[in-house]
């Protein structure tokens, strides 16, 4: 069901409950739409580059943008301050970049695989971001003999440039990337963050990514102070690049 309430811009609809997006027939009514009290799924959206039809939108619970053809950015969510849950991003097959979210201050956690364009993230202005994770890896077989397999690759994805504000970060897990070869970004955040109330240190994994090297990963857990000494175990890194540490599978992923 939707709502609205005086504006005078137009941006009028609160819609409660989840909304999903996946023919121009949705486009009109949407122009007006400003709260979604629920899941906003973009999904297998052909023949449009961008999502102008959501410029009123300000606050979400989260956002699926799944299977689109031809979706080249975020460009149209200008206005789009909070996403209180996920911001899951799989399967688009033209995604280059996640620029467009030029208000967006707080995300509650990203989730971003099988993109096979995807080169940078340009998620510039948000300043908390809860966890952080590109793909997965499952595990075929079990026991001993378990094999971890890389799944949800975003193979131009090198780095996470374009984090330029963020200070508070739960955790960064980066699995099965075949090209990712910087933490530079992530060092720099870790640098930057508001240590937790607790103590608690963020969840750092790194797992099949096996162009990423050894010093890379040192570099991350010494902005966290753990000392250049620091060995991470199979958990915490395996399977990177010249990285005799095997995945875990008997337990699962």
Same mark, same amino acid.
């Given at each position: 069901?939707?709502?609205?309430?005086?504006?005078?811009?137009?941006?009028?609809?609160?819609?409660?409950?989840?909304?999903?997006?996946?023919?121009?027939?949705?486009?009109?009514?949407?122009?007006?739409?400003?709260?979604?009290?629920?899941?906003?799924?973009?999904?297998?959206?052909?023949?449009?580059?961008?999502?102008?039809?959501?410029?009123?939108?300000?606050?979400?619970?989260?956002?699926? @943008? !799944?299977?689109?053809? %031809? /979706?080249?950015?975020?460009? $149209? &969510?200008?206005? *789009?301050?909070? #996403?209180?849950?996920?911001?899951? @991003? !799989?399967?688009?097959? %033209? /995604?280059?970049?996640?620029? $467009? &979210?030029?208000? *967006?201050?707080? #995300?509650?956690?990203?989730?971003?695989?099988?993109?096979?364009?995807?080169?940078?993230?340009?998620?510039?202005?948000?300043?908390?971001?809860?966890?952080?994770?590109?793909?997965?890896?499952?595990?075929?077989?079990?026991?001993?003999?378990?094999?971890?397999?890389?799944?949800?690759?975003?193979?131009?994805?090198?780095?996470?440039?374009?984090?330029?504000?963020?200070?508070?970060?739960?955790?960064?897990?980066?699995?099965?990337?075949?090209?990712?070869?910087?933490?530079?970004?992530?060092?720099?955040?870790?640098?930057?963050?508001?240590?937790?109330?607790?103590?608690?240190?963020?969840?750092?994994?790194?797992?099949?990514?096996?162009?990423?090297?050894?010093?890379?990963?040192?570099?991350?857990?010494?902005?966290?102070?753990?000392?250049?000494?620091?060995?991470?175990?199979?958990?915490?890194?395996?399977?990177?690049?010249?990285?005799?540490?095997?995945?875990?599978?008997?337990?699962?992923?």
């Amino acid at each position: 069901s939707s709502s609205s309430s005086s504006g005078g811009d137009g941006c009028t609809e609160v819609v409660e409950g989840d909304v999903e997006v996946n023919d121009e027939s949705d486009f009109e009514w949407l122009r007006t739409v400003r709260e979604v009290q629920g899941i906003l799924t973009i999904a297998e959206l052909t023949g449009h580059t961008n999502v102008e039809f959501l410029e009123c939108l300000e606050s979400v619970q989260g956002v699926l @943008v !799944r299977d689109t053809q %031809s /979706l080249l950015s975020f460009d $149209g &969510l200008g206005r *789009l301050r909070t #996403i209180e849950g996920e911001l899951a @991003v !799989r399967g688009n097959a %033209s /995604l280059e970049t996640l620029r $467009g &979210l030029d208000s *967006l201050e707080e #995300i509650g956690q990203v989730w971003i695989r099988d993109n096979p364009e995807l080169s940078r993230l340009e998620l510039e202005n948000p300043t908390d971001i809860g966890y952080f994770r590109l793909g997965w890896y499952e595990c075929d077989g079990s026991g001993p003999d378990a094999t971890a397999i890389p799944r949800g690759d975003n193979p131009k994805l090198t780095g996470l440039d374009g984090f330029g504000q963020v200070t508070m970060v739960s955790g960064f897990v980066i699995e099965g990337q075949s090209s990712f070869s910087s933490t530079g970004t992530i060092v720099d955040v870790l640098s930057r963050r508001v240590p937790s109330p607790t103590g608690g240190l963020p969840d750092i994994r790194f797992h099949l990514n096996p162009a990423l090297a050894q010093d890379e990963i040192g570099a991350v857990f010494g902005a966290l102070g753990l000392g250049e000494e620091f060995e991470p175990t199979s958990g915490v890194a395996c399977e990177n690049q010249d990285d005799d540490n095997k995945c875990a599978c008997e337990a699962g992923s």
